[in-house]
């Protein structure tokens, strides 16, 4: 069955840097989309980048794309989200998602935290 274990979460200060990796298993990564979304406190889940098979990425707005990488690894069946410049509005549960909708598949979520 499709498994995505997450890790990388935590808390950081405003401005900081943090890196979620996102290992999967149970289905054929290679050829997957595979997507970060998140859940702020109060508010429903939104996507946050995107990457497909052929590495075309996608971010939800000019802020994000400004400030985080997506990336994969095939050899090693892991997405990456590399977030910089971390603000207090992206305190939220992270989430890898399989898939290109929000609805798919998804990890135990990992909260990030931004504050000082």
């Known amino acids: 069955q499709v498994q995505l274990v997450e890790s990388g979460g935590g808390f950081v200060q405003p401005g900081g840097s943090l890196r979620r990796s996102c290992a999967a298993s149970?289905?054929?990564?290679?050829?997957?989309?595979m997507t970060w979304a998140r859940q702020a406190p109060g508010k429903g889940l939104e996507w946050v980048s995107r990457?497909?098979?052929?590495?075309?990425?996608?971010y939800a707005d000019s802020s994000m794309k400004g400030r985080f990488t997506i990336s994969r690894d095939n050899a090693k069946n892991t997405v990456y989200l590399q977030m910089s410049s971390l603000k207090p509005e992206d305190t939220a549960i992270y989430y890898c998602v399989l898939g290109v909708a929000t609805t798919g598949p998804r990890g135990q979520g990992t909260q990030v935290t931004v504050s000082s």
């Open positions: 990457i497909y098979s052929d590495g075309r990425t996608y």
């Open positions: 149970g289905f054929t990564f290679s050829n997957s989309a």
